[in-house]
């Protein structure tokens, strides 16, 4: 079993930037890939980034691309996603995903909350 805990959401003006980090209750030196996914007031959970542990290569949604960068340290067990250039359509909660052997994403942190004021 695998705990995710989020951190570093809040309130921002658009324009600014924020650093969402996800720390996992394991060591994740075997992990296939982790993930950021947004859900917004009213919509469905959408994908934001993701990274696979061992290679490093990086997904991103196109909403994203170029502002948003995700990125992993093994050592501290944890993910990252920074974020900037934030835009009031980026106001969302924020939840990390593992995906422990590439079967799909089985464990989720609760989520921390963006807000991008215009």
């Known amino acids: 079993q695998v705990q995710l805990v989020e951190s570093g959401g809040g309130l921002v003006q658009a324009g600014g930037s924020l650093r969402l980090s996800c720390t996992a209750s394991?060591?994740?030196?075997?992990?296939?890939?982790m993930g950021w996914f947004r859900q917004a007031p009213g919509k469905e959970r959408e994908f934001v980034a993701s990274?696979?542990?061992?290679?490093?290569?990086?997904y991103y949604a196109d909403s994203v691309k170029g502002r948003f960068t995700i990125s992993r340290d093994n050592a501290k067990n944890t993910l990252y996603l920074q974020m900037n250039n934030l835009k009031p359509e980026d106001t969302a909660v924020y939840s990390c995903?593992?995906?422990?052997?590439?079967?799909?994403?089985?464990?989720w942190g609760q989520g921390t909350q963006v807000t991008v004021s215009s």
């Open positions: 990274i696979r542990w061992y290679t490093g290569r990086t």
């Open positions: 394991r060591r994740t030196f075997n992990t296939y890939a």
């Open positions: 995903a593992l995906d422990p052997k590439g079967g799909g994403y089985d464990y």
